[in-house]
């Protein structure tokens, strides 16, 4: 059964960041990378229960800082000094410097391990030590020296922490890539080699990230998705597959969860301009396998009932284009779109304009 075309001929464009909540871009790398002065007043920080009481000011908050850096590598699983600093110290001026200072202090004392990353970057695990002092603490902590930090896995790994990292909305739960395959995330219960923990996968997907937003007696879940390069049609029809069960099955069973958004995260970098072009023909394939698989599901259907499903579909899948370097570099520009906005081949071609002609010429002008 096609769809009411009234309804789908409503094209409109999200406008460029905010993403329904605000996508709060990275500190730019021009930004002078000097270490505050000592006299500089202590950032603003995430707050941690278990203060050092008894301990002079000075002491008890550079442990406080420490335990704070410990606890985003356990919750993130590897994470850069500059991820570090707008985790910890996110409203500070010198996040990226004092993330730097405190690794360096956390790796002297072997609570944490450097791994190198491309462009000279590094990316910090937590030691056998490190987690150690962490389920002294009361928390369920392993090493991260066992995870794979290499050319292969890291850009991905990267990309879906900065992601969870730059959307902030208030009042939320978020679950990192690393948490969930640790089974640390809010599915149901299952048998893992560690006793029953909670299940990775619903709907046969694992995400690369998520988090949850409490309303009342039910769970809000925004799903996040990165997508880089072309998807084998296997595994591209499974990802459509999911979106379209997930938002008609939006209460999952087995707990008090339910599927809000979805995220589909695609890349490009500002200065190779043809990467902005290389994104239109993923973005083409998802919509299109998105179609085909919500025709199949709905032909049994009346139009009522499809259109009811479409427009809760449209409200709830996001495409968002985040502008990264090699560097790893995350820059300005988070641009967006709703599903809505694609889903017809008009919409294709509009798109097709912004991000192969109007783009690519707007950049080689600069």
Known sequence: MRINKHLFHRLVKVPQAPLDETLHSDQRQAQAETEPPDNAPEPPRIALPGASPGLPPGVARGLENEQAVLVSLHEYGWLTARQVGRLVWRESTYGFQMGRRVLRRLEKKGLVVKRPLPRKASAWVLSTRGAQQLRASGIDARRGTDQRVDNITWRHRWLVNEFLILKDPTGITKYSEYAILAHRGPFALTDTPRGRRPDRKWLGKIPDA????????????????????HKRPADLKQLCEFIVRGMHQPVIAHSVLELSKIFLVYTWDSQRPETRAQVYPLIRALVRGIRAAFDHHFEPYDAVTVDAYAETLFESVYLALLDVGPGPILRDGIQGWRLQYVWHEEGLAVLKQELVEDGGRKHKRR
């Open 210 to 229: 998520l988090w949850t937003k409490q309303d009342g007696d039910v769970a809000l879940v925004s799903w996040i998705e990165v997508e880089r390069t």
